[in-house]
């Protein structure tokens, strides 16, 4: 072979060799760049993606706080029971997913509406209840399809039952599925993998502490998605227990007095000392159960459809005339602001003139002379006719104010009514018309355009029980840690001094004492309980008839016991409760006496009502009863009031 020829060879094989070689390096420097874009700039996002094809991050919600009366009775638990999730983003077709299930367990369209309105502002990688409480046979029904349904599976959850159903309703509330309109006022990061939230009531307003801190489980996914095991746990952290200062006892006086009877109204009893509940009753109420997993169309449209409005708590929300029981406080601060003098007379003839209109005392035949202490204890209107004319709208509304009236209560509780005391301004803003001294005459007796809640009415009472301080209502008392077991105190906020004269109080105790006494709501009395109260019967508008406003009689109560070392101060509204008071008198006398006698078996039955004539002055009774069933006369009304310008019973 000639040597040119060897040479091209050699030179050839070189070349493609040397090419060659040239895209061995690219191939093995494009491996090493690969490398490194894998294992070092893209390894925590590649690792991940590894890791979740193996792994599934598992939720786990933390046992919801119990709620405690103060002696330890459960008011809200948790039962451990099984229910059916589904996680949206796992399922391939949900839709076709969800007809088998409802064919399968034979659910309701209910239900499916109701998972739809938990799945709505939820992100679809968080599970979703779509049946709860199952049943052994459902349980068995779904677990043997388990390779048919993926993203669904039977989880043991801690469902929350109220043991007393109706009985704490409005104030320990109640909780229910988590929809998107929740998540408004709290952060969403909180509720992935959490069926429920509190809606009302404490439930609502302690939602944080009794919430609790979520957990996690890391669990192993072989290559048909199903779990075989658990790589990592991180442990939920329970929620804090409440304490209340309800009392069970008292509570089912309160509520045996009112809803037993198929009342409608509140009662609330407090301590006058530090503003702690001790019972918050509104009936008719309603049951808490119903609403934890979904309320049903049935038992809403019932709720709905009732008439008596179960769903409004009456007690923070129920907006009331007074009545008499505004007169204690008017007295306070006439006798402080020097208006009158502790021992103030005027005579009672049983109608005050003014302006060319009349108006009645609640007893046309009069009382005669009367002072403070009568004045309360027969809850005398003539004599806060012309205390009204004295004090004036201005004093008057200072009064109000000053008792907490006009304003929401504050309190551990979501909602609340403001009320309303009227002025001047607000008159002519609201009704294009200038204040009348009619208004103030009527104002005076707790009428007029005057609206208070029972709260706003124990809070007041409570001030003439202690000695002149407003205290803030309070129904949570203490918080325990889960894990300590420690104990926590709620503070309770510091009561506002009133300045109340010595004077001022001690001619309102004498008068709140007579009326228990020798008065109008002696009925309350209770052997061995010294207590003080007053009542009131307001007049609210029901509608018309022959061009007349025709009118119903609310019964309220306000009071306290024992006298001198108050323990309960007491509030009680029963709409359309007739005349004198009547019904509210058993159910403050339940209330105390459940709490001052505890030891004692159910509450003595209240004496039976009696005509005021039984301890009424020989003279007073007299010249009623002539007068007890007269017509009402034109011009009671007053000059531009819209409410009833006769006065108040007592």
Not at 31 to 42: E, G
Not at 43 to 57: I, P, Q, T
Not at 234 to 262: C, D, F, M, W, Y
Not at 435 to 450: A, E, H, M, P, R
Request: include cysteine; charged fraction near 15%; charge should be positive.
């Amino acid at each position: 072979m000639p040597l040119s020829e060897s040479l091209k060879r050699t030179r050839s094989f070189r070349f493609r060799l040397g090419v060659a070689a040239l895209l061995m390096l690219l191939a093995i420097l494009g491996v090493v760049l690969r490398v490194l874009d894998l294992q070092v700039l893209h390894y925590s996002k590649f690792r991940e993606l590894a890791y979740d094809n193996h792994v599934a991050l598992v939720p786990l919600a933390p046992p919801r706080g119990l709620i405690l009366a103060d002696h330890g009775e459960v008011l809200a638990e948790n039962q451990p029971t099984y229910a059916l999730e589904i996680t949206p983003d796992q399922v391939p077709h949900l839709q076709q997913s969800l007809q088998f299930l409802q064919h399968l367990l034979s659910l309701s369209p209910e239900d499916l509406q109701q998972f739809a309105a938990r799945r709505a502002g939820k992100p679809d990688f968080d599970p979703i209840v779509l049946k709860a409480d199952l049943n052994p046979t459902q349980i068995a029904a779904v677990s043997v399809r388990a390779m048919e349904l993926p993203g669904v599976r039977i989880v043991a959850m801690m469902h929350r039952h109220y043991p007393y159903d109706a009985l704490f309703s409005h104030v320990v509330g109640y909780v229910g599925p988590i929809t998107g309109a929740d998540l408004k006022d709290f952060h969403a990061s909180k509720y992935v993998g959490r069926n429920y939230i509190g809606k009302n009531g404490l439930e609502r307003y302690y939602e944080r502490q009794l919430r609790g801190d979520m957990g996690y489980e890391i669990k192993d996914i072989n290559a048909r998605g199903l779990p075989v095991g658990t790589l990592r746990q991180i442990a939920a952290h329970p929620g804090s227990n409440l304490i209340t200062h309800l009392r069970l006892r008292v509570q089912e006086a309160g509520a045996e007095a009112l809803q037993g009877k198929g009342y409608r109204g509140a009662v609330i009893a407090m301590d006058p000392n530090n503003g702690g509940i001790l019972a918050m009753v509104t009936s008719p109420s309603f049951n808490a159960n119903w609403f934890v997993d979904g309320i049903s169309n049935a038992h809403w449209q019932s709720l709905l459809n009732n008439p008596g409005r179960p769903l409004m708590n009456r007690a923070d929300n129920g907006l009331y005339p007074p009545g008499s029981c505004a007169k204690p406080f008017y007295t306070i601060q006439a006798v402080q602001e020097g208006v009158i003098s502790p021992d103030f007379h005027t005579y009672c003839p049983g109608n005050y003139q003014l302006g060319g209109h009349t108006y009645w005392d609640w007893n046309r035949g009069g009382f005669g002379e009367t002072g403070i202490t009568k004045a309360l204890a027969w809850s005398v209107d003539v004599f806060y006719y012309k205390l009204a004319v004295k004090m004036g709208i201005n004093l008057q509304d200072k009064t109000l104010w000053r008792f907490g009236f006009g304003q929401k209560t504050p309190i551990d509780l979501p909602g609340g009514a403001n009320g309303l005391v009227p002025t001047p301004a607000w008159k002519r803003a609201h009704l294009h018309a200038p204040w009348y001294t009619g208004d103030s005459v009527i104002l005076g007796i707790g009428q007029g355009y005057l609206l208070e809640t029972p709260l706003q009415l124990v809070r007041a009472v409570s001030a003439l029980a202690n000695g002149g301080y407003l205290v803030q209502p309070q129904v949570a008392k203490a918080f325990i840690d889960p894990q300590s077991g420690k104990t926590i105190p709620i503070p309770n906020a510091t009561p506002v001094n009133l300045h109340i004269s010595a004077e001022a109080m001690h001619a309102v105790h004498l008068g709140m004492e007579a009326c228990v006494n020798t008065g109008t709501c002696h009925t309350v009395s209770i052997p061995g309980i010294s207590i003080a109260g007053k009542t009131g019967t307001a007049q609210v508008p029901m509608g018309y008839k022959n061009g007349r406003t025709i009118y119903n009689n609310d019964s309220l109560f306000i009071g306290w016991a024992p006298l001198d070392h108050p323990k309960i101060a007491v509030a009680v509204v029963v709409e359309n409760g007739g005349y004198n008071a009547w019904q509210a008198l058993p159910v403050a006398r339940a209330v105390i006496k459940a709490y001052l006698q505890p030891d004692q078996t159910a509450p003595a039955p209240a004496p039976a009502p009696q005509k005021l004539s039984a301890k009424m002055p020989a003279k007073v009774a007299q010249s009623a009863s002539a007068h007890y069933d007269a017509p009402l006369s034109y011009g009671e009304k007053g000059s531009v009031n819209p409410r009833p310008a006769q006065s108040t019973t007592p």
